[in-house]
């Protein structure tokens, strides 16, 4: 049923920010309800291994491993990650047909606050290491959330989910991915000083028949006549969504955003890294659909050689990577519990 533009305005601005304890697959949250209600805050995710990722509550995201040199995304403040969430981390774009009506809802995104009626919530691990956020869309019936976690392995996993409760059989065009993507070798006073520098470097290559992005520099950045070569290539990879097609920039999500046909893109050279996967979603009432987009840093050849054959060849994969995230945990609450700090 559709709602009046007064109501939705209404129930978006006067629901209750509520903080309450919860358990997903038998794990303990803090649930924040309606934390979009106030003034975006910054987080801290840990890991037991080496990863570091700060967060706004508006999604806007820095992370790497070791220190700032390793970094995935840019490692800025935080008043320019808040101010970045739109071109960097999580993005999310879904089209949906509606009573002959095509619906362009883009989750956590100020564009759709007037257009539909929506509630927020914000979930937090209780041991610190997993983070997510959900938003429920009341005007179309659906609700889709995505987790933040780590593995020591494989790196950063990003878990999208999207339920559809709407009541009816629905058809959805999914764009998702991760934005603002650093090649390696890349360090932060680099980054902060000469970021258009560092841009006319990068070269974003998609391997097309296992679907891994890879993220490196053309050339080591020096000011010194001599050739240096960058050996080693940031990584992302997804599974979970049928004949997908990639994006290794963000050049084409406008497209996406009016409807317009988009193009995998293989090798794009002087733009910002992105990762995006393009796929048709068909979902039953009360069905949901679940797919995974995982990324690392500082990578050899002959690592992501390795990344490439065991994405196309291991049926478990996946399933490796959860239960090392799982294995993580485990870890995590040991290395406090041995301090007096669980």
Known sequence: MMMSQEEKIEINTTSNIELETVEIFQERFFKLSQYSLMRPFFMSIV???????????????????????????????????????????????????????????EPFSDRNLRQFCIKRNLYKGVFGNKIIFE???????????????????????????????????????????????????????????????????????????????????????????????????????????????????????????????????????????????NSVVNLDDSQSKQWHIIANVNQSQSQIIELILNSQQDPNIIQKVLDNIDEGTENLKKLNASADGL
């Open 47 to 105: 890991s037991d291994s080496d990863h570091w990722m700060f967060i706004s509550s508006n999604g806007g995201i820095t992370a790497g491993r070791k220190n700032p040199e390793y970094a995935l995304f840019p490692y800025y403040t935080d008043d320019k990650i808040t101010e970045f969430a739109d071109i960097t981390g999580s993005k999310t774009i879904f089209q949906i047909q509606f009573d002959d009506k095509l619906n362009v809802w």
């Open 135 to 277: 938003e429920i869309n009341l005007t179309l019936g659906l609700t889709f959330k995505y987790q933040w976690a780590s593995s020591n392995e494989y790196g950063f996993v990003k878990t999208s989910e999207l339920i559809n409760h709407s009541g009816k059989n629905i058809q959805i065009h999914v764009l998702d991915g991760i934005q603002n993507l650093l090649p390696a070798n890349v360090n932060s006073d680099l980054q902060r000083a000469s970021s258009n520098l560092v841009d006319a470097y990068k070269r974003n290559e998609l391997h097309q028949d296992s679907g891994v992005g890879i993220y490196a520099l053309s050339a080591i950045i020096v000011d010194k006549a001599e050739p240096s070569e960058s050996l080693k290539s940031n990584v992302v990879w997804s599974k979970g969504l049928e004949k997908p097609k990639y994006l290794v920039s963000s050049i084409q999500v406008y497209k996406f955003r009016e409807n317009k046909p988009i193009e995998t893109e293989t090798d794009i050279k002087g733009e910002k890294g992105a990762y995006f996967v």
